[in-house]
């Protein structure tokens, strides 16, 4: 189960990073209101404040959008550890019983809900940790579906998500069966 996936977030936070400076850019561009620096974009002859209301749209828009991306990317890294732990299992343990159960596990990784699997992860990553990755995640759901019947989840800021989730992947690298990536 060699899954070509980079186990770091670095990528997309990067990418966050470098759009923030680009909207910084922007922003400064329309204060000169400079044509040269505005030719070409949906800015050129815009209204000053409706635009820098766009760029701060835009901004917010960009933290929860990385929120989003950040957690997919680390959900995809969880189930791609638990599927091979699996296999790992399976070479060490193999009878015709338990090739049957693995195989269920396998077949049945991609359905479990991500609160249960992060619960897996409690005999190696301290519980409060864990706790702080499911508050990620609340917000994220939050984000992505905006059910107003639900009350809005405590504010989780695009560098708590990426500095919570990059340190459990870092604990998890350090456990000895971690083999992400790896035959």
Sequence with gaps: MNMP???????????????????????????????????????????????????????????????????????????????????????????????SIQQKIADDTEYWRIDDVLDFFKTAISSDLIGQAKQVKRYRDWVAHRNEKKATPANVTPKMAYDILTEIIRQLTEHEYFQYGNP
């Design 5 to 99: 996936i980079n186990h770091s977030l670095d990528g997309i936070w990067q990418a966050y990073k470098t759009t923030l400076d680009c909207l910084k850019i922007a922003k400064r561009s329309i204060a000169k209101n400079d044509p040269c620096l505005l030719a070409k974009t949906n800015f050129m002859g815009a209204v000053k404040d409706e635009a820098e209301q766009q760029i701060e749209q835009s901004w917010a828009n960009a933290d929860d959008y990385v929120i989003l991306s950040l957690w997919t990317a680390f959900e995809r890294i969880l189930l791609v550890y638990v599927q091979e732990e699996n296999q790992r299992m399976l070479t060490e343990t193999a009878t015709c019983f338990t090739h």
